[in-house]
Structures are given as C-alpha cells and as structure tokens.
C-alpha cells in the first residue's frame, strides 16, 4: 500500500513545478477556473502512487468525457508565449490546414520566428482533399499562398497526422534541416500540430496520445518539450487563435460540422444569376451577375447546401435558419455581406468552413457571421 501524501509534500512538490503532460499548463489545487488545475486528492493520490505524469482535469475531462473547459489565457498571452521563439535559434515547423489554409495563417510569421529561423512548412490535412488531387501543383500553389506572407520556407511537406503514411520521411528531413538546433511546432489552434507530435512520440518511444487534443480551439495552453536523441528538445508551442474563423461564432455541438474527419466530396451547382447557396444556416453564397455557370463547393460532408432564388433569400433565411438551415450562428448572430468579382478561376473562402471554386468573369456575393473572413484566393485545385 502506498504511504498518504501530507499537504506539506503536496505543495512542496507543486513548488518544484509540476505541469500536465496534456496541455503543458503548470499543475494547481486552488482555482477550478485557472489552467492546470487538479482536485488535492487525485494530485495526492497520484503522487502516492509514484507518478508525475498527470493530466489536468480539464485535460482529464477532455479526454474521458469530450467536454471543454474554458481557460483564462488570453490571445495575448498565446502571442507572447510564441513570441519568445525569436529569441532563439532553431527550426520552426509551421503547420498549415490544408483544408482552412486562408484560416489557419499566421499574420507576421517572421516578427514570432525570427529572421535568421529557417522555416519548414508542413501542409496537413492531406487526407481531407479530393484524392485525384496533384500533389505537385498544390505545393506550388502554397507556394505562392506563402509568398504573398513574406515567407520563402526551405521546404513544404504534404502528410496527414491523422493518418500518416510519410512520418518518417518528414522526421528525416526536420533533422537535417534543425542543423543540431532545437524545433518549434507552430501553427493555428486546430491545424493538427498536438496530433503530429503525437504520432512523432509513437514513432519513437511507442507512447500514445501523450499530449491531448480535441476539436476545440486552444487546447495547449503551454509550450510541450519532447527530448530529442541529441539532447534538443522538439517543442509544440500554443496555437494561435484566429477569430476570424467560423469556430468562434458557433456552439461546441456544431463544432463537427466545420472540422471535417474525412475526405471532402466536392458538391457541384449549375447556377443561374439571381440564385442563392446557403451553406448550412452558417454562411450563404449569392450568384448575382454572369452567364449560367457551374460552382463547386467544398465543406464538411454532412453540411447541408441549399439552392433557393436570392429574390426571397433574406425571408427564407429568416424563416429557416436553425431548422432546415442548420447548424446557425450561436445567439441568432447575424449575416454581413462580402461582395466580389472574379478575374480568374478562384476560390472564395469562408475562414474555418470551406470554400466554393467559381469561374472568372462573375459578381457574387458571400455571408457570413460578422468577424469572419471571406475572402478570394486563386484556385488550389
């Protein structure tokens, strides 16, 4: 039998600085509401039972029950963790969604990083993409998404951490590009960054879903340090939360509706000016002005599209949102209108939701909760 741990070792050892292997969040008994927080007596009857590898209860809950709790860390405190990055000298993975690429973007990369940080950028998500799409073009296309960011990455590697089937290819190549220096793992909340270093650790120690993750956004609360053979550490780093992505403007329930799990089926309309798409009760698409054209619309699978004439589309939504038209904004939020042209073949994007593929010479209009962005980026595929 164990021997009981006194509240004096208890808080001797807190004092040490114990933190949570799930979220990296350093551990507490005395505010529910804080990170890092545990019950005294599961800390106690951890630390009895000879054990330092302990999960918050907020990881704890995540895990078990799928339940979030909400933390009192800013976006500024997220910033300024990552910020320290530029302080030193290393390899940064910067993890982009390649399903929410426009969304998962990082706004003055360079300023967090760096300038003398080589930069490998790892597009995840793969899996989620129409399988007959090429590869080599979409490196090209991210490519040129990059550059408008200012970045010139030393490399851009494809893969899926769900499902990865080139996890050793991509850990060669950050070991030849670290030089010996430490690796930071940077990215967006949700682009799959807790999920890569996961599978990374599995590769090479076997232990599985060591760091937690979930569908919702800021999970990790604190830089995560993984030792390296040569004595570098490979650090997961918090993700930045963008609030211009749909996630923040929808209730945890519907979460699963804009993070899709599998490969996306591409739905393709014949429209007509004067017709309305409404994806969901989350965003719409109006076809204002053009000759009768196909548009192609990417999102989760089980996101209901609905065609109607934009003529009654504002009496529509507002008899319908919430019922045939869901899921809908949390609080009955409001659409605002984007207007647009396009001058080639493009993509218009609603950050943390999808796309629709439109032809060039078009006028149309998209909506979406205010905040969110919606933007026009030349075709990915």
Known sequence: ?????????????????????????????????????????????????????????????????????????????????????????????????LFDVSGSQIAGLARFVGPH???????????????????????????????????????????????????????????????????????????????LINQIIKSKTGVQELITTSRFPGTTLDRIEIPLDDGRQLIDTPGIIKRDQIQHHIEDQDLKYTLPRNEIKPRTYQLNAGQTLFIGGLARFDYLNGDKTAVTAYFENNLKLHRTKLAGADAFYGQHAGGLLAPAPQDGEALVRHEFKTNQKSDLVYAGLGWITLPAGLSVAAWAPKGVSVTLRKAMI
């Open 1 to 97: 039998m164990s021997t009981p741990i006194t509240d004096e070792q208890m808080q001797a050892t807190l004092a040490e600085g114990l933190y949570c292997v799930g979220c990296g969040a350093q551990m507490q008994v005395t505010d529910l509401n804080h990170s890092g927080y545990l019950p005294k007596g599961a800390l106690k009857k951890a630390l009895a039972g000879g054990t330092d590898q302990l999960l918050c209860q907020r990881c704890f809950r995540l895990r078990h029950y799928n339940e979030i709790q909400p933390v009192e860390l800013s976006d500024d405190d997220f910033a300024r963790l990552l910020h320290q990055i530029s302080t030193t000298r290393a390899l940064i993975v910067y993890v982009v969604d």
């Open 117 to 195: 940080n080589p930069i490998l950028v790892v597009g995840n998500k793969l899996d989620l993409l129409p399988k007959s799409t090429n590869q080599g073009r979409l490196k090209q296309w991210l490519a040129g998404i990059l550059r408008e960011q200012g970045l010139r990455p030393v490399d851009i590697f494809l893969t899926s951490a769900a499902h990865p089937h080139n996890l050793d290819a991509l850990l060669t190549e950050i070991d030849q590009e670290r030089h010996g220096q430490d690796v930071y793992v940077v990215g967006t909340t949700n682009v799959g960054k807790s999920t």
